[in-house]
């Protein structure tokens, strides 16, 4: 890929910028949904002038790709530049086909959210369909909305079955499902059509991924993980009585999809502790997993939901099972995509328990799954402190012990004398440093350094220190 993108760098760095429009353009033409081509040609506007053009193309590209790097300092950078003559030839590019979406909701006694849950969904849809098995006033109140459509259900504990019935009351080209507890972002109401727009004509059925900004104890999670968007009549349906999974309607593995993250926010608290201790969501969650491992015990997902439910009330050693099992499971069965999930809990598990070869094992399966999973890189960096840790108390043990042994040696082979003289009083300084306590370590160098003033290598330790030391105490 870089090699593609080699020349337009090349004109970007040059300042070519009419040139590197030219060449963005027909990157784009290739392939509308590679999102660094839109970046490529927003740059290029950006630069002659094209302010108001260049945002909208760059717009384009943040929606295929909610995780870019680049979004705050190109939006300060439009700012400051001049809107410019409108440019119908990139609008023509921007065009995607009309089509209609319906939000779907599935509620069960919600008339404290259902109100602000469809006024922000409201002007991103063409209908709403309501799945609803209350028996409070959310049905009432939500008939209010000229768009929403009613679909009363008897609940059944199954997440699947209650989505797929409010899937054969939707007339619309696309679905976006939304949970109660989810408040779409005002900025992304525009996105939802233009996004259903973009795909609509994928040859391979689409299934688009939300970004939540899920609320935890006062703090913002963004997580990419839920599959909410996809067009209808592609032979797209629900899977599972929770944690429920879009897929093909022969089967939860047995199709592909093209699976990709999009840029629609949602506010989320569903996940904050107090929600779910509330709601008991975990003891209903385990309840209903072990129903599906009866009656599928061939799923990965389902031992792998069934291990970090389990984690999270506790219950670590049948997690540690079920996760076992979704390892062996998931490596059989090529479609399944969560393996990184599977690798990154036994990861957990094994450091929970200071099993740091096997963490550092199960670490190294995911980055051969995929050597770009940061968490991976992340865990692997604690694992590494922690065996360093681990080391360095050792290595500790080894020093105090050849000095006091070297009393007591008694072999046909000299020992090293030194060793209980200065060595190995020096290797634990050396120890001391690294592990950054400045003080212990320079006692030490001092002590010695009176003692033995030919070893230079003493003056050069407590001269390092010093300049630590001149280097933690200057202002900032």
């Known amino acids: 890929m870089q090699?593609?993108?080699?020349?337009?760098?090349?004109?970007?760095?040059?300042?070519?910028?009419?040139?590197?429009?030219?060449?963005a353009k027909d990157l784009i033409r290739s392939n509308t949904l590679e999102g660094q081509a839109w970046v490529f040609l927003g740059e290029a506007?950006?630069?002659?002038?094209?302010?108001?053009?260049?945002?909208?193309?760059?717009?384009?590209?943040?929606?295929?790709?909610?995780?870019?790097?680049?979004?705050?300092?190109?939006?300060?950078?439009?700012?400051?530049?001049?809107?410019?003559?409108?440019?119908?030839?990139?609008?023509?590019?921007?065009h995607v086909p009309r089509v209609t979406v319906a939000a779907a909701i599935l509620a069960r006694n919600e008339e404290q959210r259902i109100e602000k849950c469809i006024t922000a969904l409201y002007e991103a849809v063409d209908e709403i369909i309501l799945v609803d098995?209350?028996?409070?006033?959310?049905?009432?109140?939500?008939?209010?909305?000229?768009?929403?459509?009613?679909?009363?259900?008897?609940?059944?504990?199954?997440?699947?079955?209650?989505?797929?019935?409010?899937?054969?009351?939707?007339?619309?080209?696309w679905v976006l499902w939304v949970d109660t507890d989810e408040l779409l972002l005002e900025e992304d109401v525009?996105?939802?059509?233009?996004?259903?727009?973009?795909?609509?004509?994928?040859?391979i059925p689409p299934v688009l991924h939300i970004w939540h900004l899920n609320q935890i104890r006062g703090e913002v999670h963004h997580d990419f993980s839920q599959t909410r968007m996809f067009p209808m009549k592609r032979g797209l349906q629900f899977w599972g009585r929770i944690h429920e999974q879009m897929s093909s309607s022969l089967g939860m593995y047995d199709e592909?999809?093209?699976?990709?993250?999009?840029?629609?926010?949602?506010?989320?608290?569903?996940y904050d502790p107090s929600v779910i201790k509330k709601k008991n969501k975990l003891e209903r969650n385990l309840r209903s997993l072990k129903m599906m491992i009866e009656e599928d015990p061939n799923d990965p997902g389902n031992w792998l939901f069934f291990g970090r439910e389990?984690?999270?009330?506790?219950?670590?050693?049948?997690?540690?099972?079920?996760?076992?099992?979704?390892?062996?499971?998931g490596l059989q069965t090529p479609r399944f995509g969560r393996m990184l999930d599977v690798y990154k809990l036994l990861t957990q598990y094994y450091m929970s328990r200071k099993d740091w070869k096997q963490a550092e094992t199960t670490c190294l399966k995911a980055l051969e799954h995929n050597n770009q999973f940061p968490d991976a890189h992340f865990l692997l960096a604690q694992i590494r402190m922690k065996q360093a840790d681990e080391l360095y108390l050792?290595?500790?043990?080894?020093?105090?012990?050849?000095?006091?042994?070297?009393?007591?040696?008694?072999?046909?082979?000299?020992?090293?004398?030194?060793?209980?003289?200065?060595?190995?009083d020096l290797a634990v300084a050396d120890l001391a440093l690294r592990a950054g306590k400045l003080a212990e370590a320079r006692h030490i160098y001092q002590v010695h350094a009176k003692r033995y003033p030919n070893i230079e290598s003493l003056s050069q330790r407590l001269d390092m220190i010093e300049k630590q030391k001149q280097l933690l105490n200057r202002p900032m």
Not at 7 to 23: D, G, H, M, N, S
Not at 192 to 202: C, D, N, P, S, T
Not at 310 to 329: C, D, K, M, N, T
Request: with cysteine; proline share 2%; charged share 30%.
């Open 3 to 23: 090699s593609t993108y080699a020349p337009i760098i090349e004109l970007l760095q040059q300042q070519r910028y009419k040139e590197a429009e030219v060449v």
């Open 45 to 94: 506007l950006l630069h002659q002038g094209y302010g108001l053009t260049a945002k909208r193309v760059f717009n384009r590209a943040w929606l295929l790709d909610p995780e870019a790097a680049w979004v705050k300092s190109v939006y300060e950078a439009l700012e400051q530049t001049p809107d410019g003559d409108e440019r119908v030839d990139i609008v023509g590019l921007l």
């Open 133 to 173: 098995s209350s028996t409070d006033r959310t049905r009432e109140i939500a008939s209010k909305f000229s768009k929403v459509k009613v679909v009363s259900i008897e609940w059944r504990d199954h997440f699947a079955a209650a989505r797929n019935e409010g899937l054969n009351h939707i007339q619309s080209d």
């Open 190 to 203: 525009c996105g939802v059509r233009e996004l259903a727009g973009i795909f609509h004509h994928h040859p």
């Open 256 to 270: 592909e999809t093209y699976r990709r993250a999009v840029r629609i926010r949602f506010l989320h608290d569903g």
């Open 310 to 329: 389990s984690l999270l009330v506790g219950q670590e050693e049948q997690a540690f099972e079920a996760l076992l099992e979704a390892e062996r499971i």
């Open 394 to 424: 050792q290595a500790d043990f080894h020093l105090k012990k050849a000095k006091t042994s070297i009393k007591e040696y008694r072999g046909s082979v000299s020992a090293d004398y030194q060793i209980g003289q200065w060595k190995a």
